[in-house]
């Protein structure tokens, strides 16, 4: 089975920078989508950034454009979030999502109800 294993979350100070990991084992990297998502207390998870694997197109969330950047290393079986100039508004726990239904992401940034694998998610805090 698939699994998603997500790393890299940790306190940071506003206007920093952070990189998330997320790991993708036993998966058909050709082909596919790969998202992240976040999740603030008593917010909704909303999706933030996604990537088709076979053509590298991204997608991202209007509040993180420009800010965020997602790529992947289909030899690490990797996909990363690049995270810049960072704001208290983006703290939340994030989740990386693999075996999206129907394959790739389609042309837009994917739900999450259409994503089967979700990882346990990291924390990311950042103070003003």
């Known amino acids: 089975q698939v699994q998603v294993v997500e790393s890299g979350g940790r306190s940071v100070q506003a206007g920093g920078s952070l990189r998330l990991s997320c790991v993708v084992s036993?998966?058909?990297?050709?082909?596919?989508?790969v998202g992240w998502f976040r999740q603030a207390p008593g917010k909704e998870r909303e999706g933030v950034a996604a990537?088709?694997?076979?053509?590298?197109?991204?997608y991202y969330v209007d509040s993180v454009k420009g800010r965020f950047t997602i790529s992947q290393d289909s030899v690490k079986n990797t996909v990363y979030l690049q995270m810049n100039s960072l704001k208290p508004e983006d703290t939340a726990m994030y989740y990386c999502?693999?075996?999206?239904?129907?394959?790739?992401?389609?042309?837009?940034?994917?739900?999450?109800?259409?994503?089967?694998?979700w990882g346990q998610g990291t924390q990311v805090t950042v103070s003003s």
């Open positions: 036993r998966y058909n990297w050709r082909s596919n989508c």
């Open positions: 990537i088709d694997t076979g053509s590298s197109n991204t």
């Open positions: 999502a693999a075996e999206k239904y129907g394959g790739i992401c389609g042309g837009r940034l994917p739900r999450e109800y259409e994503f089967n694998t």
